[in-house]
């Protein structure tokens, strides 16, 4: 006789990170900084190191005071998190269970529906428009009495569209006061055009969390930091979800290093948005059908069925991406893989 798991649990595919590129090849599947860390952030970790045989401070304090200086907020409306997904996954059992609904766009991030069956509720998925964005009228249709949150990805991971201000607004205007709204914002630090300011929304409504990351523009994506911008209240639901003293105290002075020296990181932040940009009128004037991408990645759209072919594809062109039924998502990394990544797109489109 073998244990038997909860059957929502039994049912969840598993999360799929990115495999290892071929030999001399590359790995575009993770989202990741192609910068290696800051010597300001390697430094902090190397004197936190000399005293990993103690506990860290419970709730990360001075990374929690640092943030809260750089977004003009308070303190006690921060939640540090081991990584923005774990605080998305506690925000969530916090507030769905059994019988409850949890919205979001689809595709999205693919953490989602594994963060909302896990914790016994129902994922609702609504599709996408047909600019690979939110459709942000039929999320508001698909609230109901059973919905406890809403999850809206602005850039979207794995199309990298962005939501437009005022349609936000205006969905927000729509969702019920008592229904959690998650912005995950992973990846806004890419962005160049208006979007709406995650932030200011926070102050003025308490049901929205925004949700941000260490990980990838600031390149710590091996010390897991995010954190929560929120209501106090819902912030202490969140925390009672997850483990005790799971933020790290090297994570934790990492964060506070690029913070200190943030005109450096977002040097290389513009150094990434620029080569994006290149990449991506490259490939268009390749005649490939790529969205404009705002966050530091790509989104190449094909058809279900085909993943075997695209992986041979990004394969013979020594490239490793996250492949999706609907498309295949190619981060922005070294420039040598440019025309790799061209021949390899040209070649998915081949295929429709």
């Given at each position: 006789m073998?244990?038997?798991?909860?059957?929502e649990?039994?049912?969840?595919?598993?999360?799929?990170q990115?495999r290892?590129?071929p030999?001399g090849?590359?790995k575009?599947?993770?989202?990741?900084?192609?910068?290696p860390?800051?010597?300001?952030?390697?430094?902090?970790?190397?004197?936190?190191?000399?005293?990993v045989?103690?506990y860290?401070?419970?709730?990360?304090?001075?990374?929690?005071?640092?943030?809260?200086?750089?977004?003009g907020?308070?303190?006690?409306?921060i939640l540090i998190?081991?990584?923005?997904?774990s605080?998305?996954?506690?925000?969530?059992?916090?507030?769905?269970?059994?019988?409850?609904e949890?919205v979001?766009?689809?595709?999205?991030?693919?953490?989602?529906?594994?963060?909302?069956?896990?914790?016994?509720?129902?994922?609702?998925?609504?599709?996408l428009?047909?600019?690979?964005e939110?459709?942000?009228?039929?999320?508001?249709?698909a609230i109901t009495?059973?919905?406890?949150?809403?999850?809206?990805?602005?850039?979207?991971?794995?199309?990298g569209t962005?939501v437009?201000?005022?349609?936000l607004?205006a969905?927000?205007?729509r969702?019920p006061s008592?229904v959690?709204?998650?912005?995950?914002?992973?990846?806004?630090?890419?962005?160049?055009?208006?979007v709406?300011?995650?932030?200011?929304?926070?102050r003025?409504?308490?049901?929205?969390v925004?949700l941000?990351?260490?990980?990838?523009?600031?390149?710590?994506?091996?010390?897991?930091?995010?954190y929560?911008?929120?209501?106090p209240?819902?912030?202490?639901?969140?925390?009672?979800t997850?483990?005790?003293?799971?933020q790290?105290?090297?994570?934790?002075?990492?964060a506070?290093?690029?913070?200190?020296?943030r005109?450096?990181?977002?040097?290389?932040?513009?150094?990434?948005?620029?080569?994006?940009?290149?990449?991506?009128r490259?490939?268009?004037?390749?005649?490939?059908a790529v969205?404009?991408?705002?966050g530091?990645?790509?989104w190449?759209?094909?058809?279900?069925?085909?993943?075997?072919?695209?992986h041979?594809?990004?394969?013979?062109n020594?490239?490793?991406a996250?492949v999706?039924?609907?498309g295949?998502?190619?981060?922005?990394?070294?420039?040598?893989?440019?025309?790799?990544?061209?021949?390899?797109a040209t070649?998915?489109?081949?295929?429709?």
């Open positions: 073998t244990v038997r798991l909860r059957p649990i039994a049912a969840v595919p598993p999360y799929q990115g290892p590129a030999e090849g590359f575009l599947s993770s989202n990741e900084n192609p910068f860390p800051l010597p300001a952030v390697v430094e902090a970790v190397q004197r936190e190191a000399e005293r045989n103690r860290p401070r419970p709730g990360s304090p001075l990374l929690q005071q640092a943030l809260a200086r750089e977004l907020v308070d303190a006690e409306r998190g081991d990584g923005s997904a605080l998305l996954q506690q925000l969530i059992h916090a507030v769905a269970g059994v019988g409850d949890v979001y766009a689809w595709r999205s991030f693919d953490a989602y529906p594994l963060f909302v069956r896990t914790g016994g509720a129902t994922p609702v998925e609504v599709p428009g047909p600019d690979h939110h459709d942000l009228d039929a999320m508001a249709a009495e059973r919905t406890r949150a809403v999850l809206v990805c602005s850039p979207n991971n794995p199309t962005i437009d201000p005022g349609e607004e969905f927000l205007d969702v008592d959690l709204v998650m912005l995950d914002e992973a990846y806004v630090e890419f962005v160049r055009e208006p709406p300011d995650g932030i200011a929304l926070q003025q409504r308490d049901n929205v925004v941000r990351t260490f990980s990838k523009a600031y390149g710590l994506a091996g010390l897991r930091v995010g929560a911008v929120g209501d209240a819902v912030l202490r639901g969140a925390d009672l997850g483990v005790p003293l799971s790290t105290a090297l994570g934790s002075a990492a506070i290093a690029a913070l200190e020296h005109d450096e990181n977002l040097e290389r932040i513009e150094q990434i948005v620029q080569h994006r940009d290149a990449l991506w490259a490939l268009v004037d390749a005649g490939v969205p404009r991408p705002h530091n990645f790509l190449v759209p094909s058809r279900p069925g085909q993943e075997d072919a695209i041979d594809i990004l394969f013979a020594r490239l490793v996250k999706f039924p609907e295949t998502r190619i981060s922005v990394g070294e420039p040598e893989a440019d025309e790799l990544v061209v021949a390899a070649a998915i489109q081949a295929l429709q």
